[in-house]
């Protein structure tokens, strides 16, 4: 089975701090995601890698940065935390296109 | 523009009792679907997934989905739903879009309480 593993089930951080979040898979996928959920929202996609030091904006990059400098980890990183970051934080890795996507348990942030 | 619809935010059904999710999807070329279930504080688990050949698909914990082209719909079934099935499920869509590159589009969700 894939394993896909989030250094943090729960965060709580302070506006203006610089925050990572940390994403290790097992699979040797070259694809990686990092998502934001939310109420209502579902999913959605912040930053994708489809191969080391490769990365490309998702659908709501702004406020954050990603790392990939090893095929197993990929990195989100909120350069200055504001509330409105306030979320869930899922990541996700895949074999191929049309393969289905394995994720992490998450991370649970909060930005007071 | 690609997308997902799942129409029904919260659904309620008794324990036992029969269980449809909808989804509806607009995408431009063929369609791989997947429906996923969270559990509270959990990541995304698959169900299933359709890419080609029989449109009926069969999943874990006794979950089937139905692909219906002319609908653009990938309903998801239960005949009978236990207490445990209480979650959130997601429905995707990916595929192989030149621009899309393998990326799922997710649904809002449909979060399901299970009554006794």
């Known amino acids: 089975d894939v394993k896909v593993t989030q250094s943090s089930r729960y965060l709580v951080k302070r506006t203006g701090e610089k925050v990572f979040l940390e994403c290790v898979q097992d699979m040797d996928h070259e694809n990686m995601f990092w998502y934001r959920q939310d109420p209502g929202l579902g999913l959605r996609l912040i930053y994708f890698s489809y191969d080391v030091k490769m990365k490309e904006k998702g659908d709501i990059p702004e406020g954050y940065s990603v790392s990939r400098e090893k095929k197993e980890r990929f990195s989100l990183i909120l350069e200055s935390a504001s509330t409105n970051q306030t979320s869930m934080y899922l990541c996700a890795t895949f074999h191929s296109p049309g393969q289905p996507q394995h994720f992490g348990d998450g991370t649970r942030l909060s930005i007071l | 523009a690609q997308s997902v619809t799942q129409p029904d935010i919260h659904i309620t059904v008794s324990e036992g009792a029969s269980l449809e999710l909808r989804c509806n999807y607009s995408y431009g070329a063929t369609p791989y679907l997947f429906w996923y279930v969270q559990s509270p504080g959990q990541g995304l688990q698959l169900l299933l997934k359709y890419f080609s050949g029989d449109t009926l698909v069969q999943g874990i914990k006794g979950f089937e989905a139905e692909f219906k082209r002319s609908q653009s719909s990938f309903n998801l079934r239960k005949p009978s739903v236990h207490w445990s099935d209480a979650a959130e499920y997601f429905c995707?869509?990916?595929?192989?879009?030149?621009?899309?590159?393998?990326?799922?589009?997710f649904g809002q969700g449909t979060e399901l309480s299970v009554k006794p």
């Open positions: 995707a869509v990916g595929g192989l879009l030149y621009n899309q590159g393998g990326k799922l589009i």
